[in-house]
Nanobody, 124 residues
Framework: QVQLVESGGGLVQPGGSLRLSCAASGSIFGIDAMGWYRQPPGNQRELVARITSDGSINYADSVKGRFTISRDNAKNTVDLQMNSLKPEDTAVYYC??????????????????WGQGTQVTVSS
């Protein structure tokens, strides 16, 4: 079994900062891409930032220059540092990790796993 546990959400004033963390645990053989998505109220889930196993990064245009994604391969974690937060950043944030596990008979299986979501509210 694989688990993703998120932490770090909360209420912050406009212009403030928050740091989200996501830790993957369980019977993990390997991890490929790790990322953060968000779902604003009444809207669809959208990509915020993504980092591949070789360190390639892409950001949504709306967060470039304000958010920074990083990963620690030794700890199986991915963080999202969010600065200069705006009210429009308000959303439930989800981490997403592509993980390979070893099934019975040595068969590898790769799936996308989602965290439980953490609320980020930017408001004065």
């Amino acid at each position: 079994q694989v688990q993703l546990v998120e932490s770090g959400g909360g209420l912050v004033q406009p212009g403030g900062s928050l740091r989200l963390s996501c830790a993957a645990s369980g019977s993990i053989f390997g991890i490929d891409a790790m990322g953060w998505y968000r779902q604003p109220p009444g809207n669809q889930r959208e990509l915020v930032a993504r980092i591949t196993s070789d360190g390639s990064i892409n950001y949504a245009d709306s967060v470039k220059g304000r958010f920074t994604i990083s990963r620690d391969n030794a700890k199986n974690t991915v963080d999202l540092q969010m600065n200069s937060l705006k009210p429009e950043d308000t959303a439930v944030y989800y981490c997403n990790v592509k993980i390979t596990i070893i099934q019975p008979f040595g068969i590898r299986r790769e799936d996308n796993y989602w965290g439980q979501g953490t609320q980020v509210t930017v408001s004065s």
